[in-house]
């Protein structure tokens, strides 16, 4: 974890990535959405309509004050609704976590970490071209296309009846990560789950 977030008291800033719409909300590009989702109802809050053009929830998780968000723009667009929410709160980028799809990584598995490239992540690339890449990601496995599917149906498809068995432990599990990295930092978060 970095320095700042060690000796940080504010809130932390967690943006779960997605397209908003009923018709995205399955979509693998959401996993970031169903993620925030399940925070929101372990923090007991409901999300609201803010300015920043996203929906929040704030509360407490881990023993932290925490604002949870959720761009209402499209995903190649999160970047100007965080950095409205990082400006609002006052939250410096060492205290924002995005929680977003990976296709480089297995179905189910993740790996946490701070700063970065955004690997060809649309979500990642508005976020790191407002804020700097020093923020912190859950990068949710959701594997690769099979065959010669492109990438973008891909991402725009709802996880696969297979997928779906394991999907509430995925979202459940990805959840848990960011709780640990709120409580414990960064390495021995990264030693629970970078699996």
Not at 65 to 72: E, G, N, S, T
Not at 148 to 160: G, H, P, T
Request: charged residues 25%.
């Amino acid at each position: 974890m970095s320095a700042v977030a060690d000796e940080y008291t504010g809130p932390w800033l967690v943006v779960g990535l997605g397209n908003p719409g009923e018709g995205y909300a399955r979509n693998r590009h959401n996993i970031g959405f169903m993620v925030a989702d399940l925070l929101a109802e372990r923090m007991g809050a409901k999300f609201k309509a803010h300015k920043s053009r996203a929906q929040v929830a704030e509360g407490r998780l881990a023993g932290r004050r925490v604002v949870l968000a959720k761009p209402m723009t499209f995903m190649n667009l999160s970047g100007g609704p965080t950095t409205a929410l990082r400006d609002f709160y006052k939250v410096p980028n060492g205290a924002i976590v995005a929680i977003h799809d990976e296709l480089d990584i297995d179905y189910a598995a993740l790996r946490l970490k701070c700063g970065g490239g955004d690997n060809g992540h649309n979500g990642l690339k508005s976020i790191t071209k407002s804020l700097g890449a020093d923020y912190h990601r859950i990068r949710c496995g959701i594997g690769r296309p099979p065959g010669r599917m492109e990438v973008a149906d891909f991402v725009l498809k709802d996880f696969s009846s297979a997928e779906r068995k394991d999907l509430d432990w995925f979202v459940d599990r990805s959840a848990d990560a960011v709780e640990a990295l709120l409580s414990e930092g960064l390495e021995r978060a990264q030693g629970t789950y970078n699996s």
